[in-house]
C-alpha cells in the first residue's frame, strides 16, 4: 500500500492509510485461527444485531430531535 502526502499533510496521509489498511487487517486476524462455521455464523449474528440497534438508535435520535423542534 502507498499513499500521497500532499502539502506535507502527514495526519491526513496517515488517516488514508488507516482507512485502507483497516479491511486488509481485520482479514488476516480472521484467519489467523481456524473457526467452525457454526462459530462464524454466530459470531456474524451477533455483530449485525449490535449494528442495527446502533442504527435504530440514531434514527430514534434523529426522528425524535425533529419531532421536539416542530411540537408547540
Not at 488514508?16 to 489498511?21: A, E, F, K, M, V
Not at 485461527?33 to 444485531?49: A, D, F, L, S, W
Amino acid at each position: 500500500m502507498s499513499v500521497n502526502v500532499k502539502n506535507n499533510n502527514i495526519d491526513g496521509a496517515l488517516r488514508i492509510l488507516r482507512t485502507q489498511s483497516a479491511p486488509t487487517l481485520s482479514a488476516a486476524r480472521d484467519k489467523k485461527e481456524y473457526k467452525k462455521p457454526g462459530v462464524r455464523r454466530r459470531e456474524e449474528q451477533k455483530k449485525n444485531t449490535i449494528n442495527s440497534r446502533k442504527n435504530s438508535k440514531k434514527a430514534n435520535n434523529y426522528n425524535r430531535s425533529n419531532s421536539k423542534k416542530y411540537a408547540a
